[in-house]
């Protein structure tokens, strides 16, 4: 077995130790989170009807959702101001994203059922995943790791700042 050491992970790895409060039966884990716990659990932004997160299990550095406050499982039952927002979300985050990471492409989308892989398949949400050429090499097809080579947290603020910065740009 090969092994690879990256302790600069261990501030993230750690917190998982903290007990985290479980959300109510019949509650994603994306519905409970209040706004004070914003910065712990990595929410960039809130608006109107939905807010952006960073994936806490990325498939790449910068990995964003988006996730509608209303919890359901189908896109037909989301009203079109919200599918309205989550476009206009969705550019704001890939606006920060090239800002910050610079990023060459995404992938975009949303895994709409168990089947498809959704893993949080009663809530809605959509994948904003930054691509960079090359960003697939020997480690995730040889050895089934993925190397992410990003602090989240310095991620967290570079790309809240950003986004603080694109809204106000828009408004002005």
Known sequence: MHKMHSPWREAYMDTFKDEKKKSEPGRSVFADIPPEEDEERYVLHRAEKCFIIM???PYNCGHLMI??????PDFSELDNETKLEIMQLTDISMKALKRTLKPHG???G???GKVAGGSVDTHIH???VPRWEGDTNFMPVLADTKVLSNDMRKSYNNLRKAIRDILQEEQA
Do not use: D, E, M, R
């Open 126 to 128: 959509f994948h904003i």
């Open 55 to 57: 994936n806490l299990y």
């Open 106 to 108: 995404f992938n975009f």
């Open 110 to 112: 949303a895994n709409l």
């Open 67 to 72: 996730i509608p406050y209303h919890q359901t």
